[in-house]
């Protein structure tokens, strides 16, 4: 009698034991699925990003051509001032 017990209670912490490492194994493969599908998401996102946002780089050489012209401007209007004025 005591051994049928025994035998039941082992029997029931082994399902158990076992339901539980399934548990933990579909929780890794769901986690390693997600990260390969965030890593694809942000090769992606990589491939992407210099189509759609300007770099620093871009920027500032576009903002230094617009300084250029904008200090042309400047200087050929104090040259016309000059001109104009006695």
Excluded: C
Excluded at 42 to 64: D, G, I, M, N, S
């Amino acid at each position: 009698m005591n051994q049928d017990i025994i035998n039941v209670l082992l029997g029931v912490m082994a399902a158990t034991g076992g339901w539980v490492l399934r548990v933990i194994w579909q929780a890794m493969r769901d986690l390693q699925d997600s990260d390969r599908r965030l890593t694809e998401n942000l090769a992606e996102l990589r491939e992407h990003l210099p189509q759609t946002y300007v770099t620093k780089e871009e920027f500032v050489r576009a903002l230094q051509r617009i300084e250029e012209k904008l200090d042309l401007i400047f200087q050929e209007l104090q040259r016309k001032q000059n001109r104009t004025t006695p």
